[in-house]
């Protein structure tokens, strides 16, 4: 069965910085494109970023990039994303979302953790 | 980086269909076949029930249907059950490697 699931949300102040972890099961993580998506509180999904297979070809959408990092590690089959400078439109729940293979889709979701950033 | 533009709100009665539109440019909706829907339960993950427009993946009931004209894509659900009343969430690829969603749209069966 395939299962993601995240970790590392919390809260943290502005300005700082959080890794979110993403541990997948019941498939092998470096043979497909993974995803953050993320969804504020009471509004809609909002896609951060994204990851290649090998590693080499990553992308980000304009409100994170430069602050924010996205990587795998193929030995622990699991999905990061290194949130720095953090501000407190980046309050939201983080979810990891694999892609699908031969099309282009997010065909399974992990439950998601929250990142709250307040003082 | 706009969202794809969505209804913020549909609804229906039971057995009627409903349609969602899905409103992009030629860099995202109109220029690629890589259009999926998401539906999203309160405190949920979301979940694929259309891929590359009009796919649905193995266990989506055949009353979802997805199309495309243009830059405007549309999710149809026929016989309206109580079971779907949930958010609804467009997708599509964008250039420049790229993914953009819609702003959501909130199904009420009524």
């Known amino acids: 069965e395939v299962q993601l699931v995240e970790s590392g949300g919390g809260l943290v102040q502005p300005g700082g910085s959080l890794r979110l972890s993403c541990a997948a099961s019941g498939f092998t993580l470096s043979s497909y494109w993974m995803h953050w998506v993320r969804q504020a509180p009471g509004k809609g999904l909002v896609w951060v970023s994204h990851i290649n297979t090998e590693g080499s070809t990553t992308s980000y959408a304009d409100s994170v990039k430069g602050r924010f990092t996205i990587s795998r590690d193929s030995a622990k089959n699991t999905l990061y994303l290194q949130m720095n400078s953090l501000r407190a439109e980046d309050t939201a729940v983080y979810y990891c979302?694999?892609?699908?293979?031969?099309?282009?889709?997010?065909?399974?979701w992990g439950q998601g953790t929250l990142v709250t950033v307040s003082s | 980086q706009s969202a794809l533009t969505q209804p913020a709100s549909v609804s229906g009665s039971p057995g009627q269909s409903i349609t969602i539109s899905c409103t992009g440019t030629s860099s995202d909706v109109g220029g690629y076949k890589y259009v999926s829907w998401y539906q999203q339960y309160p405190g949920k993950a979301p979940k694929l029930i259309i891929y590359?427009?009009?796919n649905r993946p193995s266990g989506v009931s055949n009353r979802f249907s997805g199309s495309k004209s243009g830059n405007t894509a549309s999710l149809t659900i026929s016989g309206l059950q109580a079971e779907d009343e949930a958010d609804y969430y467009c997708s599509s690829y964008r250039t420049s490697s790229t993914w953009v969603f819609g702003g959501g749209t909130k199904l009420t069966v009524l």
């Open positions: 979302a694999r892609d699908g293979v031969g099309t282009i889709d997010l065909d399974s």
């Open positions: 590359e427009v009009t």
